[in-house]
């Protein structure tokens, strides 16, 4: 007879498990996926900050949401050289208050975006080349930075139809002006305020100040058009005549004017004589705010702002 025995038990397989995560890393991805949760929500009621991932680079945004928020537009407040955007958010918050805006107000450092990526819009590094720039890869455009952080503002609160405006006081003037001439866009309104210099409506002056020196595409009868025909408002104080230590004093600045509100009436009438001569349409408006200087809070929170951002 054959010998027959039970199967001897079987011990469970042991399973293989990875080295255990060290407490740091794991702190870091859980505060990873903490991120991610919360850059899916809705911003809440008052004030805020986030921080967004636009194009490789962390990008933080100082945010206000008014009481009872029904969805209104998105307001971008783009800060001066002093990279203040918290108070930038905090002088619009009267704006958000009365219009219903979403409020936000991104931190660019100057490490990260100097002048000829920040002001001047980031479209050219060596601003001194002789002969055709080389213009830098879209995405290093702000135009395009903006825009980003709009939809991830959009796609947050879950409203991909949300409108937006941006306004600019002094080194946030410059980029709009800049934004305005090249970046395709849908914004109800573009407002420079006090400005140390613009994009002039000219094919002869050199970039920064001008179509100057850029490629073709870039450049012409119309891009000039286009540009003329932007939602655009050069916000002027009035006593803005003082010519301090952050006035660009370069040669081509020089040329736009002696101070940032002689600079803005000149770079207004440039553009509205060039409209009628050539027939086209003529979207900018100039509005002065009366007794105030240099003081981005005086200016967010005047009058004449909040008339500019109520037009429909």
């Not at 970039?207 to 119309?222: E, I, R």
């Not at 050539?278 to 967010?300: C, K, N, Q």
């Amino acid at each position: 007879m054959p010998d027959i025995r039970s199967p001897a038990p079987r011990r469970p397989a042991r399973r293989r498990t990875g080295p255990a995560m060290h407490p740091a890393r794991l702190a870091a991805v859980l505060l990873l996926c903490w991120s991610a949760a919360l850059r899916a929500q809705p911003y809440p009621e008052g004030k805020s900050l986030r921080s967004v991932d636009i194009a490789g680079e962390r990008i933080d945004l100082h945010a206000y949401k008014p009481p009872g928020y029904a969805g209104g537009p998105i307001l971008l407040v783009l800060h001066g050289l002093g990279t203040n955007a918290p108070g930038y958010r905090d002088y619009a918050i009267p704006l958000a208050d009365r219009l219903g805006f979403l409020v936000i107000a991104p931190l660019f450092d100057r490490k990260r975006f100097p002048t000829w990526r920040y002001q001047t819009g980031g479209i050219v590094r060596d601003q001194r080349a002789e002969g055709e720039f080389a213009v830098e890869p879209g995405a290093r455009w702000m135009g395009g930075t903006f825009l980003a952080i709009i939809d991830a503002v959009r796609a947050a609160e879950a409203r991909p139809d949300l409108g937006y405006s941006l306004i600019g006081h002094s080194a946030g003037g410059q980029t709009l002006s800049r934004f305005a001439a090249f970046t395709p866009h849908a914004a109800r309104h573009i407002v420079i305020a006090n400005p140390s210099t613009y994009l002039w409506p000219s094919l002869t002056e050199r970039f920064p100040y001008g179509y100057g020196g850029l490629p073709a595409a870039m450049s012409g009868d119309a891009a000039l058009q286009r540009y003329l025909a932007q939602p655009v408002t050069l916000l002027l104080g009035t006593a803005d005549i003082e010519r301090g230590a952050d006035l660009n004093v370069r040669e081509g600045a020089e040329r736009q004017g002696h101070n940032r509100l002689e600079r803005g009436h000149n770079a207004f009438r440039a553009a509205q004589r060039l409209a009628q001569e050539r027939g086209w349409v003529f979207g900018w408006r100039l509005v002065e705010v009366p007794d105030v200087g240099h003081s981005a809070r005086r200016m967010l929170g005047s009058a004449e702002a909040l008339g500019v951002l109520s037009r429909q």
